[in-house]
């Protein structure tokens, strides 16, 4: 006989081992970017993310269209995470582009946590556990001293970027974090409201791939001038932003908000280990250590909580189980 709870911590795990593949394929973009250095930024997430989001509409049109009416009753929802939707990228490639990849990648990845809670708080009353705070301090340490020693490995000939330009890369890095936050917000507020997984995630990335379209005929012409170049934007599309937010809205289905942008500060270890081994950059010893710390945040957001943690998620107002909506779309909609 299976023990009570025990379905939702299976489905829990499940989808953080999901949150987490995506994580590993988004840390692909920062050196899949670099094979292709005469795209501008804006042209990169344009192409990434509004490429991306269209395809997953189309893959999900048939779900999207059975579940019409639910998305029109929350089509509040679904335009304010795909606004975000569309900001994202465009602040996300810009920020590295400014501040740094290491820079720009911890402050946008980094800050996402802290932002999903805070959304979280507010909108749902949402409080949050002492695994959750402990995970998010080690993945928030770890990737400040991956960005320290990311920095500290540049080599000394590494044009460096002006004051100007790093505090405008910060500035826009918080954006994209808050924009992350508030997509992965709605997608996961519209999954535990009934709609199916794929539905939800196609219909605010296909809304979000709609209205990056005319940043992309606007800045994309450089994509078009070598087939490295081509390729690089077919790549982005398809793996990193395609496949990646498919597994990401499974995730979702399973976990909050506030727990997935915690496990995807994996991506940032992921873009750091890449560019020592592709692209030959330096990472010392306090890099490792960081790598380290994000790796121990991981392992404490996915291992089992135990009898213990059952009690502590009680007492915190969390409950073990899944939600009624969840367990109505895993019976109205089993396959993710």
Not at 57 to 66: E, K, N, S, T
Not at 282 to 308: F, N
């Amino acid at each position: 006989m299976t023990a009570p709870g025990h379905g939702a911590r299976s489905s829990a795990g499940a989808g953080s081992l999901c949150v987490l593949a995506a994580s590993v394929l988004w840390g692909t973009t920062g050196t899949a970017a670099t094979f292709a250095p005469d795209v501008g930024p804006l042209a990169i997430g344009a192409v990434a993310m509004g490429l991306g989001g269209l395809l997953q509409a189309l893959v999900a049109a048939p779900r999207i269209a059975r579940q019409a009416a639910r998305l029109r009753a929350r089509r509040g929802t679904v335009l304010l995470g795909a606004v975000a939707v569309a900001a994202y990228p465009l602040a996300f490639y810009s920020a590295m582009h400014l501040a740094g990849v290491a820079v720009g990648t911890v402050v946008s990845i980094g800050m996402a946590p802290p932002a999903s809670a805070v959304i979280e708080r507010v909108m749902d009353g949402r409080r949050l556990t002492r695994r959750w705070k402990l995970g998010a301090a080690l993945g928030l340490l770890g990737t400040l001293m991956l960005c320290a020693g990311q920095a500290a490995g540049a080599p000394g000939g590494t044009e460096r970027t002006s004051t100007a330009a790093t505090v405008s890369g910060v500035g826009l890095g918080l954006i994209a974090a808050t924009t992350y936050a508030l997509y992965s917000w709605a997608a996961h507020r519209l999954i535990t409201q009934g709609v199916a997984s794929r539905a939800a995630m196609g219909s605010v990335f296909g809304v979000g791939g709609l209205l990056l379209v005319p940043v992309l005929l606007v800045t994309g012409a450089p994509l078009l001038d070598s087939g490295s170049n081509m390729a690089v934007g077919a790549y982005m599309a398809l793996v990193p932003m395609f496949a990646g937010y498919v597994l990401f809205g499974w995730g979702l289905a399973h976990v909050p908000a506030s727990t997935a942008t915690t496990l995807s500060l994996l991506e940032p270890a992921v873009a750091a280990v890449l560019a020592v081994l592709i692209i030959g950059e330096r990472l010392p010893v306090l890099g490792w250590g960081g790598i380290a710390l994000v790796l121990a945040c991981l392992a404490v957001l996915t291992a089992p909580a135990g009898v213990s943690g059952r009690r502590r998620q009680r007492r915190d107002g969390v409950p073990p189980r899944r939600t009624a909506a969840e367990h109505t779309l895993a019976q109205s909609d089993p396959a993710p």
